[in-house]
C-alpha cells in the first residue's frame, strides 16, 4: 500500500498494488473481486474507491482509494488503551453503519476487526477498509474459513475444527452477514475492554467454537447494562440469535448518545479517576499492561506494509497465511501477534477424537 498524489484531481490518495511475482492467478481474480466490490458500495464509513485497473496488461494491477489520515483502532488499542464506554459505543455504530450498507448490498465482509477500521485524526470518522476476503453472502466461494484468528463466529470456528483440524466431513458456512455482526460485537467489546478476548492458538478456537464471550460487565463493572446487553445480542452462539447491522447500530447510537460528557468528550475511568477525551486529546497506553497486538488475516490477498515486520510464525497446515493489509500512512504498528491458529497437535489424529471433539462441541 502507497501514499500518492493523483495528479488529475490534485487529491492525495492511496494505492494497493499486489505483488505480482507471488501471486497466483486466483490471488489476481481475488483482487479483481475486491475492487468490484469496493467501487459498488457508496457510504461514509467504507473507504471510497478512485481508481482501480485489474486486468494486468498494460499496467501491474492497482486499487486506488481515497487516503485516510487516522489510525486503525487496532493502534488505538494497542497505545491509548480501553475507550469509554460511550466512546466504544460511537465507533462501533459507525462500523455497524457501514456493514448494513456492505450487507444491502448483498456482501459479507468477513473480516472485521480492529486492524480493518480507521477512525480519521479530523473529526474521528470510523471507515470501514479491506475488502480483501469479501464475498456475496449465502453463496460459496472457495475460500470456507476465510477471516481472522479471533475474531471467527462460533459456526465457522465449529466447522474450521472439525473439517481442517479433524479431518471430518461436515458442511462449511457461508458467507453470512451474522458472522460479520459477531465480529463487530468482539471489537466494540475490546475496544470497551482493552483486550483480546480470544487467544492465538487452538485453545482461542476452541474457545470460539463454544461461543465463550465474557460479559463486558464481568471485566469493566463501569460498563453500562445497555451495552452489556446488547455485544451479548450481537455475540450470541446462535446466528440467528444476532441482531441485524441496522438494529445493532441503532442500540450502539443510542448509548452512545446517553453516556456522552457535557463537554462532548467522554469520560475514561483510569486508576479511580475521570480522564476526560475530547477530538484532539491522545490517552497514552497504560504501563501496568501491555497492549495487545494485532492478528493476521487469512485466506485474501493483502500485502504487507513495510512499516509492519512480523515475527516469524508456523502456518496454517494446507493453507497459507495472509498478513492483514495495514496502510503505512494509517499506522504505524508494532510486532504482530504470531499466526497460529492451526497449530499441529501430535495427538490429533488418534482414533475417536473427532468424534470426542464432535461430541464436546455439540450438536
Same mark, same amino acid.
Given at each position: 500500500?502507497?501514499?500518492?498524489v493523483?495528479?488529475?484531481?490534485?487529491?492525495?490518495?492511496?494505492?494497493?498494488?499486489p505483488?505480482?511475482?507471488?501471486?497466483?492467478?486466483?490471488?489476481?481474480?481475488?483482487?479483481?473481486?475486491?475492487? %468490484?466490490?469496493?467501487a459498488?458500495?457508496?457510504?461514509?464509513? $467504507?473507504?471510497?474507491?478512485?481508481?482501480?485497473?485489474?486486468?494486468?496488461?498494460?499496467?501491474?494491477?492497482?486499487? *486506488?482509494?481515497?487516503?485516510?489520515?487516522?489510525?486503525?483502532?487496532?493502534?488505538?488499542?494497542?497505545?491509548?488503551?480501553?475507550?469509554?464506554?460511550?466512546?466504544?459505543?460511537?465507533?462501533?455504530?459507525?462500523?455497524?453503519?457501514a456493514?448494513?450498507?456492505?450487507?444491502?448490498?448483498?456482501?459479507?465482509?468477513?473480516?472485521?476487526?480492529?486492524?480493518?477500521?480507521v477512525?480519521?485524526h479530523?473529526?474521528?470518522?470510523?471507515?470501514? $477498509?479491506?475488502?480483501?476476503?469479501?464475498?456475496?453472502?449465502?453463496?460459496?466461494?472457495?475460500?470456507p474459513?476465510?477471516?481472522?484468528?479471533?475474531?471467527?463466529?462460533?459456526?465457522t470456528?465449529?466447522?474450521?475444527?472439525?473439517?481442517?483440524?479433524?479431518?471430518?466431513?461436515?458442511?462449511?458456512?457461508?458467507?453470512?452477514?451474522?458472522?460479520?455482526?459477531?465480529?463487530?460485537?468482539?471489537?466494540?467489546?475490546?475496544?470497551?475492554?482493552?483486550k483480546?478476548?480470544?487467544?492465538?492458538?487452538?485453545?482461542? $478456537?476452541l474457545?470460539?467454537?463454544?461461543?465463550?464471550?465474557?460479559?463486558?460487565?464481568?471485566?469493566r463493572?463501569?460498563?453500562?447494562?445497555?451495552?452489556? %446487553?446488547? $455485544?451479548?445480542?450481537? *455475540?450470541?452462539?446462535?446466528?440467528?440469535?444476532?441482531?441485524?447491522?441496522?438494529?445493532?447500530?441503532?442500540?450502539?447510537?443510542?448509548?452512545?448518545?446517553?453516556?456522552?460528557?457535557a463537554?462532548?468528550? *467522554?469520560?475514561?475511568?483510569?486508576?479511580?479517576?475521570d480522564?476526560?477525551?475530547?477530538?484532539?486529546?491522545?490517552?497514552?497506553p497504560?504501563?501496568?499492561?501491555?497492549?495487545?497486538?494485532?492478528?493476521?488475516?487469512?485466506?485474501?490477498?493483502?500485502?504487507?506494509?513495510?512499516?509492519?515486520?512480523?515475527?516469524?510464525a508456523p502456518?496454517?497446515?494446507?493453507?497459507?497465511?495472509?498478513?492483514?493489509?495495514?496502510?503505512r500512512?494509517?499506522?504505524?504498528?508494532?510486532?504482530?501477534?504470531?499466526?497460529?491458529?492451526?497449530?499441529?497437535?501430535?495427538?490429533r489424529?488418534?482414533?475417536?477424537?473427532?468424534?470426542?471433539?464432535?461430541?464436546?462441541?455439540?450438536?
Amino acid at each position: 500500500m502507497w501514499a500518492a498524489v493523483d495528479y488529475l484531481t490534485m487529491t492525495s490518495v492511496a494505492v494497493k498494488v499486489p505483488r505480482i511475482e507471488k501471486i497466483a492467478a486466483v490471488d489476481r481474480r481475488a483482487f479483481e473481486r475486491e475492487a %468490484k466490490i469496493v467501487a459498488s458500495l457508496r457510504h461514509d464509513n $467504507i473507504v471510497h474507491v478512485v481508481d482501480a485497473n485489474t486486468s494486468g496488461t498494460e499496467f501491474d494491477p492497482y486499487l *486506488t482509494t481515497e487516503l485516510i489520515y487516522g489510525e486503525t483502532l487496532a493502534h488505538t488499542m494497542r497505545w491509548r488503551g480501553a475507550m469509554a464506554a460511550g466512546q466504544a459505543a460511537s465507533v462501533g455504530a459507525q462500523l455497524t453503519d457501514a456493514l448494513t450498507a456492505v450487507h444491502q448490498a448483498g456482501y459479507a465482509h468477513r473480516d472485521v476487526k480492529p486492524e480493518n477500521a480507521v477512525a480519521s485524526h479530523g473529526d474521528g470518522e470510523v471507515k470501514l $477498509i479491506d475488502f480483501g476476503l469479501a464475498a456475496p453472502t449465502n453463496a460459496p466461494d472457495g475460500r470456507p474459513f476465510a477471516g481472522t484468528n479471533g475474531y471467527y463466529a462460533p459456526e465457522t470456528a465449529k466447522a474450521y475444527l472439525l473439517s481442517e483440524i479433524e479431518g471430518l466431513e461436515v458442511g462449511t458456512p457461508l458467507p453470512s452477514p451474522a458472522s460479520d455482526i459477531y465480529a463487530a460485537g468482539l471489537v466494540v467489546h475490546e475496544m470497551t475492554t482493552g483486550k483480546h478476548i480470544f487467544d492465538a492458538g487452538l485453545q482461542g $478456537i476452541l474457545q470460539q467454537a463454544r461461543g465463550q464471550v465474557p460479559p463486558l460487565s464481568q471485566i469493566r463493572s463501569d460498563v453500562p447494562r445497555s451495552l452489556d %446487553k446488547l $455485544i451479548r445480542h450481537m *455475540t450470541a452462539h446462535d446466528p440467528k440469535d444476532r441482531p441485524t447491522a441496522a438494529e445493532a447500530s441503532d442500540g450502539l447510537r443510542e448509548i452512545a448518545a446517553e453516556h456522552r460528557d457535557a463537554r462532548g468528550g *467522554t469520560v475514561i475511568p483510569v486508576q479511580g479517576l475521570d480522564r476526560r477525551q475530547g477530538p484532539e486529546v491522545a490517552l497514552p497506553p497504560t504501563p501496568a499492561q501491555e497492549p495487545p497486538a494485532p492478528r493476521a488475516s487469512t485466506g485474501g490477498l493483502s500485502p504487507v506494509s513495510e512499516v509492519e515486520k512480523h515475527r516469524s510464525a508456523p502456518a496454517l497446515p494446507n493453507r497459507e497465511s495472509a498478513a492483514s493489509n495495514q496502510v503505512r500512512h494509517q499506522s504505524s504498528q508494532g510486532p504482530a501477534r504470531p499466526q497460529n491458529h492451526a497449530a499441529a497437535d501430535p495427538a490429533r489424529k488418534q482414533p475417536g477424537q473427532g468424534r470426542a471433539l464432535r461430541k464436546e462441541l455439540g450438536p
